[in-house]
């Protein structure tokens, strides 16, 4: 069993057939080649697959990819307009928040939904709202600064 | 982890959904996905057809009218956590929705799907005892009722037949001047709660009225404390009544032991919470 | 006169990682994101069994009739062109090795060891034939507790492991009982250390392509350790090593996890070799927490004995490490009892020191390294201990350690177990981390909070962190068997001026793209961006050993700094012999070369780069080329630290909530402070997660009960404070370049900072008491309360 699909990532419209039960974040993976949303757990806990769907942050490994039928996606991959790295990612290598690199992807997918909507969040609130997202590599202390930055930032540009 | 096969249908209308069901035999409502979806990532679960709800509308409202907010079964619990209409009618349920999972769990997480799902350790089964509510249903006869606090039977069970579809919930709204306070207690933020209190009392002269404490994960579906709420009535809104009342939070409940946490200290924590509760929501009143 | 201003140097500098816009902008290369013609991909039949005879593998007929199934593979079949991962030690008396096939053939001695493999056009697929089939096993007793392992009637896991028993190193001293029987005080504890997993957020991958036509084999790991991986697997499958590349590519982290041979490897060359097409396999979350290499579950005793004046008169720890079913390649469960049992002085004067480690085989997933590798249990018992102590004779924590740390003016101090520690300041190092978190203030603050009913405190860790593992502690240690340590750099600078560092270790995240490049380009006055480091390919980086044991900046960067040096002394005779001058006469800033006092006529790195390859315009004793590889035998320099925190404990649930968390440390020369600091923020977090959430757990049958994230917890932003990191910088003295490791140093020291907050904490609930279980669950601080507690 196959069924049609059209799903907008990135601003660029896909057509597919695809079975149900394949996952959003392989079909993102293995069928467009956005290879950036990485799977971290394949449960929803760890958070490394996590993109913008219509807007707002959900774990492509917890969709199957035939409900994201008439949504608009945006991964990592369509974070920076060309050469203009998005603020969130200048702010991450600014502030060293990336080692392995592995959780960054979701990572700041995640933070640019939470400076959206809470452009005046503190530290405490930030850590809060990123528990969603495991990173092992740094301790999160310079993901909570790049990501404080760049609220700064994208604040400021509205 | 990927998941096993299984054939998809996404019907329109309530009706055809559930014809879908009774053609279909295993098959299970898909909403958001977040409960289900991982344990069929696990292969522990293997429905053999998933009917998807998304498209079937009018189940995407939160309104309030007639004393009552109604919230329909798709609505996500992110857009609970943040409406300003719940949290200036019923702001106990937009602060325990906040309390679900993460962000982006509440972004596709439903109210509908939580209920149905009938974890004991999750917020809104607790929420649709802590306040008077009534779950809509749709299933072969058509619409019907549940009293929210009959909904969840079991541990992963409740009383609605396998080709029902939990379409929304109905909460009626308390007196506005009773005072109430959700507390929960996790190892990490956002992990499923070790243990959970809702509490929602009246205070009229000096003197606690109409009582509601209600213990989540602590038995195989959330329950009532009625033994807690019996050394609350009438007495005077203190510490000592609500220490002495909350002892008794403990020998009402059922807990089980896990990797977490032991039967022991999940009791010890249900007492520790109410009477964390029970303060939190007289002082919540008192400072209004 | 021309004024010529040297650039500051990039050694030191704060540069933004080179590396970065890949990983920003999702274009990165890891195993998992690659798809090739062809491919097909693998998923294991696992044992739900934790000891037992496996009698058979059945419905393989009805696995292969699916469409799509290609192949099941089982252990009978793979063990005719695949030898059993062993790990050899020779050298060591009390050792015995067991032999583990890549696929259990008769036996499985854990939950989670594979069975079968099935190879598949997809993982769907692939997952569904391993419904299909069914692995037979007939159950065996099983052990998990590493003490009842070794008795005479346990269940025996190897025929040839007596006792289960896979390492004993006793550093005996019969002065020890005496001088602590002799002493006026002496404390001892015990304490079980958690069973940990490094989580890695990228599980191990692996894809082999076998080429008929050219019968080369390519093999690309997530691993740490590339060319010892080319090495093993080319062994073990019998297969030409020159013939074999391995390539390790992004790497989502590793800690250690992946510096071991894995069964993986093997399998899936074996697979692609014999169905001559591209095979993947990439291990998922439920995989990575059950089967791949486990860490750091240790029993360890400790017992600390002082003289009237509160310093050690004497040392007695024993740790016996659960080494879990194997024995993984090339460290063996022994290294995290060893690493302990040997570094648990820490930098204090210890007199007389008596300390044995063993390991244990037991029906869990095996025990390998991760970050810290012993040092910090060992770190714990000194630590915890000594917090003991000082509460047990009414002294100052903080006192005890001022009277018993090692001083500056001792260095280079030959430990008790025979390690050098070159260079260090512990005290100074500990005043600083104390002054910066208030320690005076902290406890005035304390008894207020206790006034007002909150229980808040304050703890140490200090340690010296044993880096490096160079070639001579390879060799004194007998670990050379498997691993001599050294490290190869190649640097070769292009006609155009470009720069190209080739070297053996493997950055998985700590970014060595950059740091590198900042040594390189030191030495060579060049713009960093004209250098390029190549790494983790055996086929265009020398052979070397990977990065683990916070090796990579002394091993790697010595050798890149030397063999650059080579580079800038030829450029030099080159830029001589250019210019016509006398070699002494040549100086050499800034990339370019000139006749002292003449820098207007200097010649540029490319420049001479054109005449040494290009033109052959040199001299007759002088090589064409510019291009030097230098091999380095490294030390072992030692960094230390000292890591404070403060907590606050509700001692109505338990919960501990950590309120501040200040690093001194001194790592010597740092090449880029940004990524030092990055490391240790890492490495605490990791520690936390040790002392406080994670925790690998079989039932008593060796059942296996943390298979997902919601099981195993390992802490978020929310759990892990804001840390504060203060430098201090004693050069090393051995080292190239003054430097020293400090990759694990973050995680070694917060198991002993926290617990000893917490013990703290409670002591208006329930006096000091030993915090004798890892992690600190709120469960187990308020039974402490319970059991201890005046009611």
């Not at chain 2, 009626?172 to 990490?188: G, H, I, K, M, N």
């Not at chain 2, 807990?255 to 929501?281: E, I, K, N, Q, S």
């Not at chain 3, 040297?6 to 990983?23: I, M, N, T």
């Not at chain 3, 005290?427 to 005035?444: C, D, K």
Request: aromatic share 6%; with cysteine.
């Amino acid at each position: 069993m196959t069924l049609p699909i059209s799903v907008t990532v990135n601003g660029t419209v896909y057509q597919s057939e695809v079975t149900p039960r394949l996952l959003l974040v392989d079909f993102l993976r293995e069928n467009l080649r956005l290879v950036g949303t990485n799977a971290g757990c394949e449960h929803g806990v760890c958070g490394t697959c996590t993109v913008l769907l219509d807007g707002n942050s959900v774990r492509s490994c917890l969709m199957f990819t035939v409900q994201a039928d008439r949504t608009e996606i945006i991964t990592v991959e369509g974070l920076a307009d060309g050469d203009e790295l998005h603020p969130m990612q200048r702010a991450f290598t600014a502030n060293h928040a990336l080692q392995c690199g592995f959780c960054t992807p979701g990572m700041m997918i995640s933070a640019i939904d939470v400076v959206g909507r809470y452009p005046d969040v503190d530290e405490a609130e930030l850590r809060e709202h990123l528990s969603g997202n495991i990173c092992r590599c740094t301790g999160y202390h310079n993901i909570i600064v790049a990501v404080q930055e760049a609220a700064v930032e994208l604040k400021g540009g509205q | 982890m990927k998941p096993p096969r299984f054939d998809y249908e996404r019907p329109t209308s309530l009706d055809e959904a559930v014809a879908v069901l009774v053609a279909n035999e295993g098959a299970k409502v898909l909403a958001g996905g977040q409960s289900l979806i991982p344990m069929m990532n696990f292969r522990l679960a293997s429905p053999p057809v998933l009917v998807d709800i998304s498209r079937i509308p009018d189940m995407e409202q939160i309104a309030v009218a007639d004393g009552q907010l109604s919230i329909g079964g798709l609505v996500t619990h992110q857009a609970v956590a943040a409406s300003s209409e719940v949290v200036r009618v019923l702001p106990v349920v937009a602060e325990a929705a906040a309390l679900i999972g993460h962000l982006a769990i509440r972004n596709r997480g439903t109210v509908g799907g939580s209920l149905a799902h009938s974890d004991p350790a999750a917020e809104w089964p607790l929420l649709c005892r802590l306040v008077d509510s009534r779950i809509r249903v749709h299933g072969p006869q058509g619409p019907g009722i549940v009293p929210g606090d009959q909904l969840n039977v079991g541990f992963l069970e409740t009383c609605l037949g396998e080709h029902d579809i939990l379409t929304g919930v109905d909460f009626t709204l308390p007196p506005p001047d009773s005072c109430w306070a959700f507390v929960e207690f996790t190892r990490r933020h956002g992990d499923f709660a070790l243990a959970m209190v809702g509490v929602n009392l009246g205070i009229n002269s000096d003197a606690i009225t109409d009582p509601r404490v209600v213990l989540g994960a602590l038995d195989s579906t959330p329950i009532r404390a009625h033994e807690v709420e019996e050394a609350l009535v009438g007495q005077p809104p203190t510490d000592e009544t609500f220490d002495a009342a909350a002892a008794l939070a403990a020998e009402v409940c059922n807990p089980v032991d896990d990797v977490h946490a032991t039967a022991g200290y999940r009791r010890h924590l249900a007492t520790v919470l109410t009477a964390r509760a029970l303060r939190a929501a007289r002082d919540r009143e008192r400072m209004r | 006169m021309m004024d010529v201003q040297p650039k500051p140097s990039l050694v030191g500098a704060r540069v933004q990682r080179v590396e970065d816009p890949r990983f920003l902008r999702g274009t990165t290369r890891y195993v998992g994101n690659m798809q090739m013609p062809g491919m097909v991909s693998v998923a294991f039949l696992r044992s739900v069994q934790a000891h037992g005879r496996v009698l058979a593998v059945e419905g393989i007929e009805d696995a292969l009739s699916l469409v799509g199934v290609h192949r099941v593979l089982t252990g009978t079949e793979l063990a005719e062109r695949c030898a059993s991962i062993v790990v050899p030690w020779d050298t060591f008396v009390e050792y015995h090795a067991c032999e583990q096939p890549p696929i259990a053939i008769d036996t499985v001695r854990f939950v989670g060891e594979i069975v079968a493999a099935v190879v598949a056009d997809d993982r769907y697929l692939a997952e569904d034939a391993l419904e299909l089939l069914y692995a037979d096993i007939d159950p065996l007793p099983a052990v998990t507790n590493p003490l009842s392992a070794m008795a005479a009637d346990a269940p025996q896991l190897h025929p040839n492991v007596p006792r289960n028993t896979n390492y004993r190193g006793h550093f005996a001293n019969p002065k020890a009982d005496r001088a602590i029987g002799a002493s006026p005080y002496s404390v001892s504890m015990q304490v079980r250390m958690n069973r940990h997993t490094a989580l890695p957020m990228e599980g191990l991958a692996v894809l082999a392509s076998f080429d008929p036509n050219s019968q080369d084999l390519t093999l690309w790991s997530s691993t740490q350790m590339p060319h010892m991986v080319r090495s093993k697997v080319a062994e073990w499958l019998d297969f030409p090593e020159n013939r074999l590349r391995v390539i390790a590519p992004d790497v989502g982290g590793g800690f250690g996890q992946k510096a071991n041979v894995q069964p993986e490897e093997l399998i899936i060359s074996a697979l692609s070799l014999e169905l001559e097409r591209p095979v993947k396999w990439v291990e998922d979350r439920q995989e990575n927490l059950a089967s791949s290499y486990q860490a750091k579950e240790e029993v360890v005793d400790c017992t600390l004995a002082f003289d009237n004046d509160g310093r050690i008169t004497a040392l007695k720890a024993r740790f016996v490490g659960d080494g879990g079913a194997y024995s993984a390649y090339p460290w063996s469960p022994s290294a995290e009892p060893l690493m302990a049992s040997t570094t648990v002085q820490g930098p204090y004067v210890v007199p007389v020191m008596d300390s044995e480690g063993m390991c244990v085989h037991t029906n869990k997933a095996t025990s390998s390294v991760y970050r810290g590798v012993g040092q910090p249990a060992g770190t714990y018992a000194m630590e915890h201990t000594l917090d003991m102590a000082a509460h047990a004779m009414g002294v100052d924590p903080v006192d005890l350690r001022r009277r018993n740390m090692i001083g500056a003016g001792a260095f280079p101090y030959t430990s008790t177990f025979g390690g050098v520690y070159d260079s260090g300041q512990p005290i100074a190092t500990m005043e600083l981390a104390l002054e910066t978190v208030g320690y005076e203030s902290f406890r005035e603050e304390q008894a207020r909070a206790r006034a007002e009913g909150r229980f808040i405190g304050i703890g140490q860790g200090s340690m010296m962190e044993l880096t490096t593992f160079g070639y001579h502690e390879m060799k004194r240690t007998g670990w050379n068997q498997r691993v001599s340590a050294y490290e190869t750099a190649r640097v070769t600078v292009d006609p155009g001026g470009g720069v190209t560092v080739r070297v053996g270790t493997q950055s998985h995240g700590q970014g060595h793209e950059t740091t590198f490049a900042q040594l390189a380009a030191s030495v060579l006055g060049c713009e960093l961006e004209q250098v390029t480091v190549v790494q983790g390919d055996t086929d265009s980086s020398p052979y070397g050993w990977g990065t683990w044991g916070s090796r990579s900046a002394v091993a790697g960067g010595g050798a890149i700094l030397q063999a650059s040096e080579q580079v800038r002394e030829k450029a030099k005779r080159v830029a001589a012999h250019l210019l016509e001058a006398a070699f002494e006469d040549i100086e050499y800033e800034d990339g370019s070369a000139f006749v002292r006092g003449t820098p207007s006529r200097a010649l540029s790195l490319g420049a001479i780069a054109q005449a040494a390859i290009v033109r052959g315009d040199i001299s007759d004793e002088e090589d064409p080329g510019l291009d030097e590889t230098f091999t380095y035998k490294p030390p072992s320099p030692y960094a230390q630290a000292t890591h404070v925190a403060t907590v606050e404990v509700d001692i109505h649930t338990g919960q501990v909530k950590i309120l501040r968390y200040v690093v001194a440390e001194d790592c010597g020369q740092m090449i880029n402070p940004t990524i030092v600091e990055g490391q240790i923020h890492g490495g605490v977090a990791q520690g936390i997660g040790g002392v406080l959430y994670e925790h690998l757990l079989y039932d008593e049958d060796g059942q296996f009960l943390s298979g997902s994230l919601m099981d195993y917890l390992v802490p978020t932003a929310n759990e892990v404070p804001s840390i504060e990191i203060k430098h201090m910088i004693t050069h090393s003295t051995v080292s190239k370049g003054g430097i020293k490791g400090m990759g694990e140093g973050g995680a070694v020291a917060p198991l002993a900072a926290i617990a000893n907050a917490v013990a703290d904490a409670l002591v208006p609930v329930c006096g000091w008491q030993p915090i004798d279980t890892l992690p600190i669950t709120p469960e187990s601080v308020l039974r402490r309360i319970e059991a201890h507690g005046a009611g």
